[in-house]
């Protein structure tokens, strides 16, 4: 989904991080603390050159190794000081965290079901995606807040609390955020300052089509 990248008010570049083992595994990660692969970097380090262009004005990012290293690749080349919250991690899953896909859709079948219905499922014995969504989209907001009318603000977080984030922005109900697809390795979305609040301009963007391979798939 691509929309104008001219014009004022402020922008938001929601970035998800490179590639882990446990993505390839196709292994739920949720909270666990993951280093990046070496494709992982080089995937951080490629997005940040791109990054790099829009002139950003201030990253924060995840304090999980994943999206720190990530957001470390983007201050490189930026000078820019990362600011790391916990509130950015991903979605804590329980007994779900450190199973593969098909040990989920195994063990707990019905609750994966649920949850991709959009009913309001605590995964493994986790959190709530509106959970996440409260505990995450404040603190984009307060970021943002700090811009001047046309910065740009960079959020390096994980593709599960991305999406929550986003659906929470832009006003969407819980039910509705299923809708928005999930992002690749260290792809991004964008969303602009309108007359009536968020905007979504841009969707997994970043890179030639990729599969989508982590917990938010």
């Not at 593969?100 to 949850?115: D, K, L, M, P, S």
């Not at 009913?119 to 807040?145: F, N």
């Not at 603000?153 to 039910?175: D, F, K, M, Q, Y």
Request: contains cysteine; glycine residues 12%; hydrophobic residues 40%.
């Amino acid at each position: 989904m691509n929309g104008s990248r001219s014009g004022r008010g402020r922008k938001i570049v929601l970035w998800r991080h490179g590639q882990t083992a446990w993505n390839l595994e196709r292994r739920f990660q949720g909270s666990t603390d993951i280093e990046l692969t070496e494709e992982g970097v080089g995937q951080a380090r490629r997005a940040a050159r791109l990054l790099a262009s829009l002139k950003p004005d201030a990253v924060v990012a995840s304090d999980l190794r994943r999206a720190a290293a990530t957001a470390a690749e983007l201050a490189a080349v930026t000078g820019l000081t990362v600011a790391h919250d916990a509130a950015l991690r991903e979605t804590y899953a329980g007994e779900w965290q450190g199973l593969t896909h098909v040990e989920i859709v195994e063990r707990y079948g019905e609750q994966y079901a649920a949850w991709k219905r959009g009913e309001p499922v605590r995964r493994g014995g986790g959190e709530l995606e509106t959970e996440v969504a409260d505990r995450a989209a404040p603190v984009v907001l307060e970021h943002a807040e700090k811009l001047t009318a046309d910065g740009t603000l960079v959020v390096v977080s994980h593709g599960g609390t991305i999406r929550t984030t986003i659906g929470r922005l832009l006003g969407l109900e819980a039910h509705h955020w299923e809708g928005l697809g999930g992002l690749s390795n260290c792809c991004w979305s964008v969303l602009g300052e309108g007359a009536r609040g968020w905007r979504l301009l841009e969707h997994n963007a970043g890179t030639l089509p990729e599969p989508v391979l982590g917990d938010d798939d």
